[in-house]
């Protein structure tokens, strides 16, 4: 099937490099990350395992990894599939939201997928295209952002406990404190399937990584933010990655992003 397109109705909303580490490891510890002098963008993939057309984008966005790019990779599996016979347990509505909000930003109100953002622009997941292939356009995309100077730095903390991780982010604007800027925390998980027993991928089995298990924000950037995030027991701590990152609400430029295993070896 071609890529689905649905409309969904919702209000216009207000909405709000480094060498990036994510480590894989087995022991939940803490981690110290920050970024560097290069760019790093954020690329945001809008995806269902309801949507037939989804899995080749899937598998595609599998093959990034924030540690040998430019771009640290974000899946938001949508809920609004869930009604075709299959529900995606990994969709929340709030993914739904702010794939919404990104496309109204964009001055468009209709969604698509999979739908792929980088740094807050759309570009096309299809094959190949008059302007190159995916991967060729994605590559030179996010070595453009990462041959500008960031506007923002970032430093991540993290303190684990038990059944929790503690984030403290600390970011500084190049230009000086701006309301327009806020930080996100992202909580990805790598290594998932799903055996599809209904819907249009019936009887399929998708593999998944860099898949948001939990999205925080947006939050202020006046002063240190921290903020405490249940693990689930559910999460493979030595699959999950914590993402931080700075973006322009009204535009959707990301600012910078770093990112780091959510457990030390």
Same mark, same amino acid.
């Given at each position: 099937m071609a890529n689905v397109m649905r409309t969904l109705p919702f209000a216009l909303m207000a909405i709000s490099t480094t060498s990036v580490q994510a480590a894989e490891c087995h022991n939940f510890?803490?981690?110290?990350?920050?970024?560097?002098?290069?760019?790093?963008?954020?690329?945001?993939?809008?995806?269902?395992?309801?949507?037939?057309?989804?899995?080749?984008?899937?598998?595609?966005?599998?093959s990034l990894?924030?540690?040998?790019?430019?771009?640290?990779?974000?899946?938001?599996?949508?809920?609004?599939?869930?009604?075709?016979?299959?529900?995606?347990?990994?969709?929340?509505?709030?993914?739904?939201?702010?794939?919404?909000? %990104?496309? *109204?930003? $964009?001055?468009?109100?209709? =969604? &698509?997928?999979?739908?792929?953002?980088?740094?807050?622009?759309?570009?096309?997941?299809?094959?190949?295209?008059?302007?190159?292939?995916?991967?060729?356009?994605?590559?030179?995309?996010?070595?453009?952002i990462a041959s500008i100077t960031p506007k923002a730095a970032l430093v991540l903390d993290t303190v684990a406990e038990e059944d929790t991780l503690t984030a403290s982010l600390s970011t500084q604007l190049a230009d000086g404190n701006s309301p327009a800027v806020e930080a996100w925390l992202a909580v990805t998980e790598n290594n998932l399937a799903s055996r599809v027993t209904a819907?249009?991928? %019936?009887? *399929?089995? $998708?593999?998944?990584?860099? =898949? &948001?298990?939990?999205?925080?924000?947006?939050?202020?950037?006046?002063g240190p933010v921290v903020h405490k995030i249940v693990v689930d027991k559910a999460w493979k701590r030595q699959d999950l990655t914590l993402v931080a990152f700075a973006q322009d609400r009204l535009t959707g430029e990301v600012l910078q992003a770093v990112s780091t295993g959510a457990c030390a070896k």
């Amino acid at each position: 099937m071609a890529n689905v397109m649905r409309t969904l109705p919702f209000a216009l909303m207000a909405i709000s490099t480094t060498s990036v580490q994510a480590a894989e490891c087995h022991n939940f510890g803490n981690t110290h990350t920050q970024s560097g002098a290069a760019g790093m963008a954020i690329a945001e993939l809008y995806t269902a395992e309801g949507c037939d057309s989804c899995p080749p984008a899937d598998k595609w966005f599998s093959s990034l990894s924030a540690r040998k790019g430019n771009a640290v990779p974000l899946a938001f599996h949508v809920d609004y599939w869930d009604g075709g016979g299959w529900k995606d347990r990994f969709a929340k509505p709030q993914f739904t939201r702010r794939q919404q909000e %990104s496309v *109204v930003r $964009l001055g468009s109100r209709t =969604v &698509v997928t999979p739908q792929l953002f980088v740094n807050g622009k759309t570009m096309s997941t299809s094959g190949d295209d008059k302007r190159g292939s995916l991967q060729s356009r994605f590559n030179k995309r996010t070595a453009d952002i990462a041959s500008i100077t960031p506007k923002a730095a970032l430093v991540l903390d993290t303190v684990a406990e038990e059944d929790t991780l503690t984030a403290s982010l600390s970011t500084q604007l190049a230009d000086g404190n701006s309301p327009a800027v806020e930080a996100w925390l992202a909580v990805t998980e790598n290594n998932l399937a799903s055996r599809v027993t209904a819907g249009e991928n %019936s009887g *399929v089995t $998708l593999y998944h990584d860099h =898949v &948001v298990r939990e999205l925080v924000g947006p939050l202020k950037i006046a002063g240190p933010v921290v903020h405490k995030i249940v693990v689930d027991k559910a999460w493979k701590r030595q699959d999950l990655t914590l993402v931080a990152f700075a973006q322009d609400r009204l535009t959707g430029e990301v600012l910078q992003a770093v990112s780091t295993g959510a457990c030390a070896k």
